[in-house]
Each structure stands twice: as structure tokens, then as C-alpha cells.
């Protein structure tokens, strides 16, 4: 179990820490609910085939409507919420904004369902590493504003909100009892509901399929892979077996791994404070996974 939950942790550490960049590859040529509805689809109907080729049951239908309202909160305005921002919110200022997701996942956890209050060590660890992802991107940046849309700003806010709440929700809703299962209906539900965005929208009707770019759509499949039926059903699977509070380590990590990337397959500049920085982020990171874990709550 140890080893299964290492390898969980490692993939949404890592694989998530590098799907800022792909967004951005994607949405530079494709419309933003199209791609993530897309996206979503095709991982979560390849794995619901999976499923039932290894002849799992099929979800009834409270399981289908629990798995679409976690869709909606998750990868409607969570994911879609992310992808739409990135449009206009550089990807580092996108995973400064995400990184508050722990503060959402220990307070909702506290106030709608009764988790022991955050203890001062949780409390100095999420500290701790919302400082370090400031200094991460430079304070400089912040407090000046660095001419970022207040949209896009407002959007990645409700996104880590929203993200916190479905991820608090999908604990305790009735699901399949396979997470793997679960992953796939969650996937479909959320990616449908994209794609009715998207159209609602008009993406479909604007779209000129000449002016896709080949680096959009090697994106795409990088996030089908490994961000969706990877980095998802990891955290799918994580949030069933160890706190919520632990999981959302990664909204931490994430940016570290974005600008070591960066560094060294984009060539991007990286400083001391940086490495200072990612220091004082996997510090807080450590505060709040070594904390007493408590009476873990029963899944149903």
C-alpha cells in the first residue's frame, strides 16, 4: 500500500506539475471547453470500456449522477476553469492562484463535514507553502499585478474552490466501488458537460481547423495519457486511502516541478530564490503530510 500510494503521489506531483505547460501548447490553437471536453471524453471512455471488458458492472444510474456532479465541480470549473484562464494568466501566476486549493480542502473539510479543526502545525504548513509559491513567482509580480485580467484571476479562484468542494464531495458520494470505474464515469459526465459548454458557447462554429497547430494536438494527447487517465486516476484513488489534506500537497509541488521543467527542457532562468523557494514549499509540504492522520472516515 505504502508503494502504491509513493507511485499515486509521485504522478500528481510530477505529471501534474507539467500540464500547465501542455494547456498552454493546447490552447494557443484550440478553443479552451472544446479541448478539455475532448480531452476528458476520450480518457474517460477508453477507460470505462477497460472496465467493462474486465467485466466490472455498470454504474447505476445514482452512481452516474454522483459521478456527474463531481465532473461538474472538478473538471467543468475546476479544469475548465484552469484551461479558460490560461488564455490570458501566464501558466506560473496560473499555479501561484491553484496553489491556495489546500487552504479550500482543510477549511471545507472542517466546516461542512466535521473534520478535527487544522491543527497549528496544518496551519503553519499551508502557510509555509503559499509563501514559498510567492516567492516562487515574485512578489514583485503580485503586488503590481503585472496587467492580468481580474477575469481570469476571479476564474481560477471559483476553480480552486470548486475543485476542493468536488474533491470533499467525491469521498462521500455513491460511486462505484472501483475507483477506476469511477475515474471513468467522473471523466465522461465532466468532459460531456465541456462540451456543452463549448457549444453553448460557439467554440465549434469559430474553430478553423487550418490554423490548428500539431504542438496543440500532441498536447491534447499528452493530457489524455497522462494528465487524465494517469495523474486523475491517481488522485481519484489517493483521495479515497489518505486525507484531503495530504492530497492537495500537490497544488504545492506542482509549480516547483512547472519551473524545473521549464529550466531545463524550455531553457527558462532559474535563481537561487527559486531554489530557496522550492525549499521552503516542500517544507510546508512535509508539515502537513506528517501530521497525525486521525480517524479516517468511512467510504461508502
Same mark, same amino acid.
Given at each position: 500500500?505504502?508503494?502504491?500510494?509513493?507511485?499515486?503521489?509521485?504522478?500528481?506531483?510530477?505529471?501534474?506539475?507539467?500540464?500547465?505547460?501542455?494547456?498552454?501548447?493546447?490552447?494557443?490553437?484550440?478553443?479552451?471547453?472544446?479541448?478539455?471536453?475532448?480531452?476528458?471524453?476520450?480518457?474517460?471512455?477508453?477507460?470505462?470500456?477497460?472496465?467493462?471488458?474486465?467485466?466490472?458492472?455498470?454504474?447505476?444510474?445514482?452512481?452516474?449522477?454522483?459521478?456527474?456532479?463531481?465532473?461538474?465541480?472538478?473538471?467543468?470549473?475546476?479544469?475548465? /476553469?484552469?484551461?479558460? =484562464?490560461?488564455?490570458?494568466?501566464?501558466?506560473?501566476?496560473?499555479?501561484?492562484?491553484?496553489?491556495?486549493?489546500?487552504?479550500?480542502?482543510?477549511?471545507?473539510?472542517?466546516?461542512?463535514?466535521?473534520? =478535527?479543526?487544522?491543527?497549528?502545525?496544518?496551519?503553519?504548513?499551508?502557510?509555509?507553502?503559499?509563501?514559498?509559491?510567492?516567492?516562487?513567482?515574485?512578489?514583485?509580480?503580485?503586488?503590481?499585478?503585472?496587467?492580468?485580467?481580474?477575469?481570469?484571476?476571479?476564474?481560477?479562484?471559483?476553480?480552486?474552490?470548486?475543485?476542493?468542494?468536488?474533491?470533499?464531495?467525491?469521498?462521500?458520494?455513491?460511486?462505484?466501488?472501483?475507483?477506476?470505474?469511477?475515474?471513468?464515469?467522473?471523466? *465522461?459526465?465532466? /468532459?460531456?458537460?465541456?462540451?456543452?459548454?463549448?457549444?453553448?458557447?460557439?467554440?465549434?462554429?469559430?474553430?478553423?481547423?487550418?490554423?490548428?497547430?500539431?504542438?496543440?494536438?500532441? =498536447?491534447?494527447?499528452?493530457?489524455?495519457?497522462? /494528465?487524465?487517465?494517469?495523474?486523475?486516476? =491517481?488522485?481519484?484513488?489517493?483521495?479515497?486511502?489518505?486525507?484531503?489534506?495530504?492530497?492537495?500537497?500537490?497544488?504545492?509541488?506542482?509549480?516547483?516541478?512547472?519551473?524545473?521543467?521549464?529550466?531545463?527542457?524550455?531553457?527558462?532562468?532559474?535563481?537561487?530564490?527559486?531554489?530557496?523557494?522550492?525549499?521552503?514549499?516542500?517544507?510546508?509540504? *512535509?508539515?502537513?503530510?506528517?501530521?497525525?492522520?486521525?480517524?479516517?472516515?468511512?467510504?461508502?
Amino acid at each position: 500500500m505504502r508503494a502504491k500510494i509513493l507511485l499515486a503521489f509521485l504522478a500528481i506531483y510530477i505529471i501534474w506539475g507539467s500540464t500547465y505547460l501542455f494547456i498552454r501548447f493546447g490552447v494557443e490553437t484550440l478553443p479552451p471547453f472544446m479541448m478539455a471536453g475532448a480531452r476528458f471524453i476520450v480518457a474517460g471512455s477508453v477507460l470505462y470500456g477497460w472496465n467493462r471488458w474486465r467485466g466490472m458492472p455498470a454504474p447505476t444510474m445514482l452512481q452516474w449522477r454522483s459521478a456527474t456532479i463531481i465532473g461538474a465541480l472538478l473538471l467543468l470549473v475546476g479544469n475548465g /476553469g484552469v484551461t479558460w =484562464a490560461e488564455q490570458m494568466i501566464p501558466s506560473g501566476v496560473t499555479a501561484l492562484l491553484i496553489s491556495t486549493s489546500p487552504i479550500w480542502f482543510v477549511v471545507l473539510d472542517w466546516i461542512w463535514f466535521g473534520a =478535527a479543526r487544522p491543527t497549528g502545525k496544518v496551519v503553519a504548513g499551508l502557510t509555509m507553502g503559499l509563501a514559498g509559491v510567492v516567492w516562487l513567482i515574485g512578489p514583485d509580480r503580485i503586488l503590481h499585478g503585472g496587467g492580468f485580467p481580474l477575469s481570469g484571476i476571479l476564474v481560477l479562484m471559483l476553480a480552486t474552490f470548486s475543485w476542493a468542494a468536488g474533491s470533499l464531495y467525491s469521498r462521500r458520494a455513491s460511486l462505484p466501488s472501483s475507483p477506476f470505474m469511477a475515474t471513468a464515469i467522473e471523466m *465522461v459526465g465532466g /468532459g460531456a458537460l465541456l462540451l456543452a459548454v463549448s457549444a453553448l458557447t460557439g467554440e465549434p462554429w469559430r474553430l478553423d481547423p487550418s490554423t490548428v497547430a500539431l504542438k496543440s494536438l500532441v =498536447a491534447v494527447g499528452y493530457l489524455v495519457v497522462f /494528465g487524465s487517465l494517469v495523474g486523475f486516476t =491517481a488522485y481519484v484513488w489517493l483521495l479515497r486511502v489518505v486525507s484531503p489534506a495530504r492530497v492537495s500537497t500537490y497544488a504545492f509541488v506542482n509549480p516547483v516541478i512547472a519551473v524545473f521543467l521549464g529550466w531545463t527542457l524550455g531553457g527558462e532562468e532559474f535563481t537561487a530564490r527559486m531554489g530557496l523557494a522550492a525549499l521552503v514549499i516542500v517544507g510546508g509540504v *512535509v508539515l502537513i503530510v506528517m501530521r497525525p492522520a486521525g480517524k479516517k472516515q468511512e467510504i461508502r
